[in-house]
């Protein structure tokens, strides 16, 4: 029986988190992890789903009856992410409708590069990997599945860091050289929690801002850190993206919250408040951040994909 794979890169957004949704241009780039979906058809009309972890452990399987769209069996009690899967399929089923066609059935099998708490777009990277093997726009998928911007669309497409912006509900992408030469400075850090990026948007939706104003200026920062060329000038624009920032979200920068007497400059990343932060820093960057009770510190060249 025919077979087919499909591979998805992770993202991460160095610049415009939040204002993105606004249309601020946003410096963005995939990540050397990502989702993998292999395809199977089997005789039997049944989808028969197995996700596995980045150890190889399966944390979600089931079963679905395609000629009744019905549960079949199911084998995981994971109800929120039974839903959401459902919802992205008929979702694609509905812009699609020969997809998953009852007269032949598909054993399904995801692989994830990443730990699933570390933010780098799990939920992304399965839909551009459906969208692809249901042959429809991934990012009207996206956008009927869940909210966003879709720049962590563009990250599972590119394997190139982007400047990504939405101009009037369109999402507009260009290849980018940013390969700073100081990236031997620049690393990484989980914070030990992921957070929920719908709930960070919902907040966002609540402050009463200038949105034309932020904007602007974010792209403006977007622009200068895109082509800075020093550390000490890419320390200054992180840290004027973050006051920026937290003026806005009336947050407090997580250099100051956490990480006072850090020799260097950190930047929230994505939805402020966990995931992954990016720090500038030196050789001695990494122990700062593991005696604090950060283990996973990665370097920025273990971390970007670059072409």
Known sequence: MMAKQFYSNGKLLLTGEYAVLDGALSLAVPTRYGQSLNVKEIESPKLLWKSLDDKGATWFEIGIDLPSWGMQYELSAQKPVKDTLIK???VAKTLNPKFLDASRGYQIETKLDFPRGWGLGSSSTLINNIAQWAQVDPYQLLWETFSGSGYDIACAQFDHPILYQLKAQKPYV???HFDPPFKEHLFFIYQNRKQDS???IAQY???DIDTSDFVGQVT???KKITASKSI??????IIEHENLLATTLKLVPVQESLFPDFNGAVKSLGAWGGDFILASG????PSYFKEKGYDTVIPYSEMVLQP
């Open 88 to 90: 992205i399929l008929s």
């Open 174 to 176: 260009q290849k980018v």
């Open 198 to 200: 719908r709930e960070g």
């Open 205 to 207: 939706r609540k402050t």
């Open 220 to 222: 403006g920062i977007t």
């Open 232 to 237: 000490s000038e890419f320390n200054d624009l």
């Open 282 to 285: 030196n050789e001695d960057t």
